[in-house]
């Protein structure tokens, strides 16, 4: 069964007001999950779960946010900002994330931006439409 982008969307965005105790409005699809929607590191799993109950599919949890296993490795990050290695992998393993911003400075205080409300909807439709 397919699903469109918007029937995705709306089901991602009830799901996250639903974990993050936010505002149906407050869920755009350029929002951030932790900046704009104030997400921290223990809304992932509940987000993921919520998110595998939701749409019936299964989500290793390094897939949706893999940038854990990166940020502590020496040949991925140098005087805080990933590496060209570094951003290949994360490229690699998230490809449902538009980088082009983060590209320009790679800093790792800024990796939680690229956890948003599109790259959750693309990353899901992946999976559904698959």
């Not at 397919?2 to 350029?30: F, N």
């Not at 599919?57 to 949706?64: M, N, T």
């Not at 570094?86 to 538009?98: N, R």
């Not at 320009?104 to 559904?128: A, M, R, T």
Request: net charge negative; glycine share 4%.
């Amino acid at each position: 069964m397919t699903m469109s982008h918007e029937e995705i969307y709306a089901k991602v965005q009830e799901t996250l007001v639903d974990a993050l105790g936010v505002d149906e409005e407050e869920v755009t699809e350029d929002a951030t999950l932790m900046g704009d929607l104030g997400a921290e590191s223990i809304d992932f799993l509940d987000i993921v779960f919520r998110l595998e109950k939701s749409f019936g599919i299964k989500i290793p949890r390094e897939e949706l946010f893999p940038a854990e296993n990166l940020i502590n490795n020496a040949e991925y990050v140098n005087n805080g900002k990933l590496t060209a290695a570094g951003l290949a992998k994360l490229k690699t393993q998230m490809p449902h994330v538009d980088f082009a911003e983060f590209e320009k400075d790679p800093d790792l205080n800024k990796i939680s931006d690229l956890f948003c409300v599109s790259s959750i909807v693309k990353f899901v439709e992946s999976k559904v439409n698959s």
